[in-house]
């Protein structure tokens, strides 16, 4: 009986610790994104990114300020109409034509967000 209640009870630590710890660490990493820019940078990294990590044909790199200034001010309307439509040797949505237009302003939404200071 006592042993058993002891068990639960340590159980009930060892688990309560493992899950706070767990909770911590996920919410160092992910706690400055809103679902919006959660949801736009893995979009990101796993399309994107197959220009945009590296300036492939001269992509501009995510985080790049530099690379990003000029094309920033024009606003991210012409940005995602650009994406979507395609620009210079950017192929519409970057070739990934099964993304929604929501889904590039997404993208598009965490490549800025990556800019600023
Ligand atoms: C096949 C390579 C490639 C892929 C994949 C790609 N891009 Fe691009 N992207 C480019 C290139 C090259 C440019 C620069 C085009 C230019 O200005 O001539 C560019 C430019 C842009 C720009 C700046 C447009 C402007 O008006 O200055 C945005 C925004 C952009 N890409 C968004 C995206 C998004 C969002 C994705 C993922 C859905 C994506 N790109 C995937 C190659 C790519």
């Known amino acids: 009986m006592f042993n058993g209640a002891l068990m639960s009870l340590f159980t009930l630590i060892l688990v309560s610790f493992i899950a ?3 909770d911590s660490s996920e919410t160092t990493k992910t706690a ?3 679902p919006e820019l959660q949801q736009g940078k893995e979009i990101v990294e796993g399309r ?6 590296q300036s492939i044909n001269g992509a501009p790199i995510v985080g790049n300020k530099k690379m990003w200034k000029t094309r920033a001010t024009q606003g991210k309307a012409v940005l ?4 979507i439509n395609g620009i210079g040797l950017m192929p519409a949505k970057g070739g990934f ?3 929604s237009d929501e889904e590039i302003g997404l993208a598009v939404g965490y490549m800025l ?3 600023k200071e």
């Open 20 to 22: 706070t710890g767990c």
């Open 32 to 34: 400055a994104l809103s």
């Open 48 to 53: 994107c990114f197959a220009c945009h990590a």
């Open 80 to 83: 995602v109409e650009h994406a």
């Open 97 to 99: 034509t099964d993304l």
């Open 113 to 115: 967000s990556q800019i």
